[in-house]
């Protein structure tokens, strides 16, 4: 038994089995016999094995990858077909959508109710929204004016075609929903993909590798490795017969990746690190702003690329808000993600544990005030919500991402002010304003050097919306039509009639 709560039968009998990687249609062990030990976050106790893929398993994946993209069964699919396959898919998540939620759940640490409502059903409600786009990827029509060849008619067009095979290199933090981000257009477009989930959790991967065999998906056009990123992410990363790299994760690795990328110019998506600040402004509904405020850097942990983890107040409203806060982390409860009344589940493993409490006993050895929690604790890798006050804006606390439940606030005096701080960071992927002073807002939302600005509200992400980074958070936009030209390539077509 994984935990006090009761497990769906299926999800039981999931773990039960013997986890392996899909190739083509064959769930394989990896060539060379090794395995990775899955832990539940909560327990720190063993949760599954599955194989760790060697370079040899992720060539073979590509190859299988490979072939199915140039079959003719997948290649020549009608967009309709494409369509219906992607909502066959969102309704096999809709009908296992508990066992996915408790499978991210024992294997990430997240709330098993939370995922259910938030990972799973964007996750569908994405697919879904992808499936509309395979019936409306165009081109277009040119009239070429050609002054050298003055002679004869011409007919131009432009055609918009799938990129090809896909390498998928995906980070723990919301494992299925990552994995359906760069799924869902490379399904639309007609692209093959080879999924490399993240090291700690790789489960829900592999049910929604089942799922797409269940869908319909010819062989191969859907394939899973899964092992380590030293390993296997760099064997998929620096593959030559990959078309494309789309990465959520690290800076760090997503530098790496987008150097191997140029190498073989295959091209490249990243979606990497972030500092996202909540900026509010003294004319807020001050509650709404610490409640949001609050959810925006403890939900999921604070593992959440663009959680709001700086948070800036207008000066006199400073110690009001941050009180606030602190009132709302001191009342969470931590435990298992599996008990729906747990508001805050353990990080993913104990090493993200213990990089996130040295960030704390930095700010403690920097002056900084642990305004509320401040502590970690097992068994499990869990840390407190914490609100830290009086950090340097140059400090690393202010300027590094934790990716964990730490709140560094700091108060600003005026907009310019608030501004220049929130734009004084390396990353640049989301930021919210708190304000009702509509004119202000709008001065303030063409300044902000982020991917996305939110008003009154915080990480509230829509498939139709592109999602991305300026700065260090990365190159490309995921959702929206800005996926849809990430998974294809333009061919100019003249023909002298
Ligand atoms: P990570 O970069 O360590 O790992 C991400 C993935 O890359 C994993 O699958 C890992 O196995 C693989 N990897 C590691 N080393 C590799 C290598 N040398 N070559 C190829 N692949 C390799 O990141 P993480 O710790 O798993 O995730 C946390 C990070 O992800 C945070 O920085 C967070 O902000 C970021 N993130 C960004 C977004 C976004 O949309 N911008 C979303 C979620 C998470």
């Known amino acids: ?39 539940n976050p909560a327990t720190g106790q063993p949760l599954a094995e599955v194989p760790a893929a060697s370079h040899e398993d992720v060539d073979l994946a590509v190859a299988v990858a490979r072939q199915a993209f140039e079959d003719s069964a997948w290649s020549r699919m009608r967009p309709r077909e494409r369509q219906n396959l992607l909502w066959r898919l969102a309704d096999l998540l809709e009908r296992d959508a508990q066992i996915l939620a408790q499978l991210e759940c024992l294997n990430n640490g ?12 964007l996750s569908i409600d994405f697919l879904r929204y992808m499936a509309g786009w395979a019936t409306k990827i165009q081109g277009s029509t040119v009239d070429p004016s050609l002054p050298l060849m003055p002679e004869g008619d011409f007919h131009a067009f432009v055609r918009r075609e799938a990129v090809g095979v896909v390498g998928a290199i995906v980070a723990w933090n919301f494992p299925l929903l990552l994995a359906c981000w760069k799924l869902g257009p490379a399904l639309a477009t007609g692209c093959t993909v080879v999924l490399k989930p993240a090291d700690e959790t790789p489960l829900s991967a592999l049910k929604l590798a089942e799922l797409v065999l269940e869908a319909g998906y010819p062989a191969g056009v859907f394939n899973v490795v899964t092992g380590t990123g ?40 990243l979606e990497l690190g972030g500092k996202s600040p909540t900026i509010v402004m003294g004319d807020a509904d001050l509650k709404q702003a610490a409640a949001g405020a609050a959810s925006a850097i403890f939900f999921n942990q604070g593992q959440v690329c663009c959680a709001g983890s700086r948070l800036y107040v207008q000066r006199k409203h400073f110690d009001n808000v941050v009180g606030d806060i602190v009132d709302i982390a001191n009342g969470m409860k931590l435990g298992s993600g599996m008990d729906p009344s ?21 700010g403690r ?34 300027q590094e991402e934790i990716f964990g439940p730490v709140l560094v606030a700091v108060p600003f005096d ?9 734009n004084d960071n390396r990353y640049g992927l989301g930021a919210s304003i708190w304000s009702n002073d509509l004119a202000a807002v709008h001065r303030m939302i063409p300044r902000i050097k982020s991917g996305s600005v939110w008003v009154n509200c915080h990480s509230a992400l829509d498939p139709s919306l592109p999602f991305g980074g300026y700065k260090m958070s990365g190159l490309g936009r995921e959702m929206g039509a800005a996926a849809i030209e990430h998974y294809t390539e333009l061919k100019s077509v003249l023909i002298k009639v």
Request: charged residues 20%; neutral net charge.
């Open 1 to 39: 038994m994984h935990s006090t709560f009761a497990l769906n039968p299926q999800t039981e009998a999931f773990l039960a089995r013997p986890q392996k990687m899909l190739i083509g249609e064959q769930w394989l062990t990896a060539r060379d016999g090794s395995t990775l030990t899955l832990r």
């Open 110 to 121: 997240k709330s098993a109710a939370v995922a259910q409502v938030m990972d799973v059903q």
């Open 230 to 269: 030293a390993v296997a992410g760099a064997a998929l990363s620096r593959h030559p017969d990959v078309d494309k790299l789309t990465f959520t994760g690290s800076t760090e690795v997503g530098k790496m990746i987008g150097k191997a990328a140029m190498d073989s110019m295959t091209r490249v998506t």
């Open 342 to 362: 747990v508001a805050m589940g353990p990080l993913i493993s104990a090493r993200q544990q213990e990089r996130v409490y040295s960030y704390i006993e930095r």
């Open 365 to 398: 050895e920097l002056g900084a005030t642990v305004a509320c929690g401040g502590e970690m604790f097992g068994p499990g890798y869990f840390v407190k919500p914490t609100v830290l006050t009086g950090v340097s804006q140059h400090g690393p606390l202010v």
């Open 414 to 422: 005026d907009i310019e002010d608030a501004v220049r701080l929130a």
